[in-house]
């Protein structure tokens, strides 16, 4: 293995619809992809159709392949929590129903210990008038969704859920992080 190539992780964050938490993760520097789809569910190979009745279990999310070296799973887990509400059971604005949940699919014992250890951290700090009700639970299979789903947001911009939902929370996220933005 050559000792300069980077090393690359994943996570996968549930926080609402995917196309408005997708372009706050893509933004960042140490961010190699991010795809939007499915995954804590039971239902094998499901489609956005199926997701949208609530019905298979599953809930809308993020894939991120990010490069530890340069972004850190904590950091990411922290925007996470910046980038939407963690305290709305299967809620996210306007978007209602468990695929809509806030969820963290840990891939490993220190991913899943940093995801409590920073819920309970923020919960103590009661930044939030409710407690947080982010799920931590094992990482399922992940489907991707369809490919109009990918990079939606930077697609449609001008898309008027977009420019309501999506894009604040990409400025609140672009604000407060400045710097592990890309060029």
């Known amino acids: 293995m050559d000792s300069n190539a980077s090393r690359t992780e994943t996570a996968v964050f549930a926080g609402g619809c995917f196309w408005c938490i997708e372009p706050v993760f893509s933004q960042l520097r140490g961010v190699l992809k991010v795809v939007s789809g499915y ?22 999310a993020i894939e991120i392949t990010y490069d530890p070296d340069v972004i850190s799973f904590e950091e990411l887990l922290e925007i996470f929590f910046v980038a939407h509400d963690p305290t709305t059971p299967n809620r996210q604005g306007n978007d209602i ?9 840990y891939r490993s014992d220190e991913q899943k210990h940093a995801a409590e250890r920073m819920i309970a951290e923020l919960d103590a700090q009661r930044l939030w008038p409710d407690p947080i009700v982010t799920e931590v639970t094992s ?3 992940f ?6 789903h990918q990079y939606y947001y930077a697609n449609n911009m001008h898309q008027p859920y977009c420019m309501a939902v999506a894009k604040p929370k990409v400025a609140k996220v ?7 933005l890309k060029n």
Do not use: L, M, N, W
């Not at 995954?39 to 809308?60: L, M, S």
């Not at 489907?143 to 109009?148: G, I, N, Q, T, V």
């Not at 672009?174 to 592990?180: E, T």
């Open 39 to 60: 995954t804590g569910g039971y239902t094998v190979d499901p489609t956005y159709k199926q997701i949208c009745t609530g019905t298979t279990g599953h809930a809308e």
């Open 139 to 141: 990482a399922a299979h």
């Open 143 to 148: 489907y991707p969704a369809e490919d109009y």
């Open 174 to 180: 672009r604000a407060k992080y400045a710097d592990k």
């Open 97 to 105: 129903g468990t695929q809509y949940r806030s969820a963290v699919f």
